[in-house]
DNA sequence: CTTGTACCCTGACCGC
DNA sequence: TGCGGTCAGGGTACAA
């Protein structure tokens, strides 16, 4: 369940190792890894032997940008990375290794997906430009300003924590972060976000800045499958307020914390506070 | 256009 | 000890 703290830790991680690399080879062991093309032979020949320039991230997606082309990894649920200095993944933990690239420096980097929901898409510039234009602003950014949110939440009538989930309106907010942004701003999730005033928009506007900031700095949330690079642990899990915590008694007013279901997901809130 | 639902996948967990 | 059922949720395809 990476979002955009942990996908963003996992780039810092990346980065310092990956940049200025060429990959050497790659090898897929699963081939439903591949979203795009979705074949083995297709996909190596536009990834084997480039150069990666960056690595990025949009969203919940990372980015390798190439020489001629980008490589998306969406991780999903259960993707991981680990370095090592190869043939083996270092971490005992890799027992689902669904692709290895080999860079030039003669290190590997292994990815392991359980489920094998995410993966690899490897698109031209001028195609991840079209694909890019999907995606709503990145909430940290500067000049994601409260007038912002307020335009992501005012389309439709969607409730404000399913459109908080929409990639399109902000990217890279995901289930635990929604509930917690929420709750930091006193806001009942099952309103809908176009009835928010201008007041709620700006406590919701400074909560979900804030709790994504602070995840980030405390390396993400491990509460079940993710991992940073090469095992590492998040810290933020423990400072949750209501995600995962349904029954016990909430930090703010000690009512107890509710699990309902929007879109399928679980929204966990505070019925004494979130109004 | 928006919104809701099924599906992908495996492992952890639970009740019997 | 085993076994079936449920759940986890990011993204997409598709129907309404």
Redesign the pocket.
Known sequence: ???LPEVETIRRDLAPALEGRRIAGIRVRHE?ILLAPRRREEFRRHVEGRRITAVDRR???LLFRLEDGVLVT?L??TGRFCIGPGPRPPIADF??VAAEIDLDDGRTLFYDD????GGFLWLTPAAWTREEA?FGPEPLDRGFRTVDLGAALS?????VK??L???SRIAGV???Y?SEALHGARIDPRRPGRSLNADEVRRLHRSLRSVLRRALENAGTTF?DYRAVNGRSGRFQGRLRV?GREGEPCRRCGSEIR?I?Q????TFFCPGCQA
């Not at 359980?114 to 929901?117: A, T």
């Not at 879109?263 to 679980?266: E, H, K, L, M």
């Open positions: 369940m990476p979002e439903d969203g919940k997606w969406q999903r649920m027992r689902h359980v489920r094998r929901l999907r389309r439709g009538s969607a409730p399913n459109a989930l929409d990639q995901g289930n635990i929604a079940r995600y699990r279901v879109a399928g997901r679980s």
